[in-house]
């Protein structure tokens, strides 16, 4: 019996979730990624093969990318952070299937803007002004 199929999910269809915050309409978030060190080592039994272990973990900050609005909360959010207010948040980056419901969720714990970027302008150009907010993290884990 053959096994049922599953077809990934769009990546269009998702949303951003943070701690006290109600920014939405993300068109863009990248940056759901860990990497973890390779510490090499040879003992001197076995001189000629190397040893490989797991070091230290690091999370790519996730970037936020949205059109410029009213909306000046998570502007907000960054300049307490310019000030000297750590102000940290939990959140998450849920997908969802094509009928809107939940399916996998990215929870990052710990979070802060550690940048933010106003949009480009040209006089000449019709597109939509876009900003981009970094939050650096302490971890991420998919469920």
């Known amino acids: ?4 199929r599953h077809d990934p999910y769009k990546a269009f269809k998702f949303r951003v979730e943070i701690d006290g915050l109600t920014a ?3 068109s863009e978030v990248s940056g759901l990624g ?6 090499e080592y ?3 039994s076995e001189p000629n093969r190397v040893r490989k272990l797991p070091g230290l973990t690091k999370y790519s900050n996730i970037v936020l990318k949205r059109g410029v609005t009213q909306d000046a909360e998570l502007w907000n959010w960054r300049q307490r952070i310019v000030e000297g207010n750590v102000d940290r948040r939990n959140g998450s980056i849920v997908l969802q299937d094509d009928s809107g419901q939940d399916q996998v969720r990215w929870n990052f714990s ?3 803007p550690c940048k933010v970027e106003g949009p480009d302008f040209n006089a000449q150009g019709t597109d939509i002004a876009v900003e981009t907010l970094e939050i650096s993290h302490e971890g ?3 469920a």
Request: hydrophobic letters at 40%; aromatic letters at 10%; a positive charge.
């Open 1 to 4: 019996m053959a096994s049922p």
């Open 24 to 26: 939405a309409a993300f």
């Open 34 to 39: 860990s990497e973890t060190t390779v510490i």
């Open 42 to 44: 040879r003992t001197g």
């Open 110 to 112: 710990n979070g802060w």
């Open 140 to 142: 991420i884990q998919r």
